[in-house]
T-cell receptor, first 114, second 113 residues
Framework: AQSVTQPDIHITVSEGASLELRCNYS??????LFWYVQSPGQGLQLLLK??????LVQGIKGFEAEFKRSQSSFNLRKPSVHWSDAAEYFC????????????FGAGTRLAVHP | NAGVTQTPKFRILKIGQSMTLQCTQD?????MYWYRQDPGMGLKLIYY???????DKGEVPNGYNVSRSTTEDFPLRLELAAPSQTSVYFC????????????FGPGTRLTVT
């Protein structure tokens, strides 16, 4: 069965430090992969997506993610974190069976210290 | 463009009461979804719809019902509310041409006591 694992429930970084959020997926074929961000009290906003082609994808707000097929991973990175990046981050994979359904990971909550 | 809108933002229900969570999208998307979000659990799909008159169960449909009479609206009905339905509910929509990208509403926080 398809699944998405985000190993880190909670991460704390200092403002200006680099960030990497981990995501591992289980899917037989080439996956459609997504990162969404949820600010407190808000809905989910798409940060970036991978469908095919270049394995390093750029997103909004200075985020990027790298697809590594050999490791079944799609980790999210940012070189310098801002206090406004404090939020919950969800990794998702397109589900088999169509209709644009997504399977979400449990999320990683990011706290940023000044 | 309003995108996906949800009402109400917050609601407290007593056990056994019923209510309807409203969801409307103005992007002419065929596909719509209802999720619930519980702490540490991510988002779980309750129901989805691929067009007016067509709905199907997701991962956690028990205790919920949906209908889709128009492209724009996809209400979620809770009958006989239970404490286990305390959650944050998100509606989302997606265009039908295979991008898998979903657009989310701001959510409804529901408490059942």
């Amino acid at each position: 069965a398809q699944s998405v694992t985000q190993p880190d429930i909670h991460i704390t970084v200092s403002e200006g430090a680099s960030l990497e959020l981990r995501c591992n997926y289980s899917y037989g074929a080439t996956p459609y992969l997504f990162w969404y961000v949820q600010s407190p009290g808000q809905g989910l906003q798409l940060l970036l997506k991978y469908f095919s082609g270049d394995t390093l994808v750029q997103g909004i707000k200075g985020f990027e993610a790298e697809f590594k097929r050999s490791q079944s991973s799609f980790n999210l990175r940012k070189p310098s974190v801002h206090w406004s990046d404090a939020a919950e981050y969800f990794c998702a994979v397109g589900a088999s069976g169509g209709y644009n359904k997504l399977i979400f990971g449990a999320g990683t909550r990011l706290a940023v210290h000044p | 463009n309003a995108g996906v809108t949800q009402t109400p933002k917050f609601r407290i229900l007593k056990i056994g009461q019923s209510m309807t969570l409203q969801c409307t999208q103005d992007m002419n998307h065929n596909y719509m979804y209802w999720y619930r979000q519980d702490p540490g659990m991510g988002l779980k799909l309750i129901y989805y719809s691929v067009g007016a008159g067509i709905t199907d169960k997701g991962e956690v449909p028990n205790g919920y019902n949906v209908s889709r009479s128009t492209t724009e609206d996809f209400p979620l009905r809770l009958e006989l509310a239970a404490p286990s339905q305390t959650s944050v509910y998100f509606c989302a929509s997606s265009p039908p041409f295979g991008s898998y990208e979903q657009y989310f509403g701001p959510g409804t926080r529901l408490t059942v006591t």
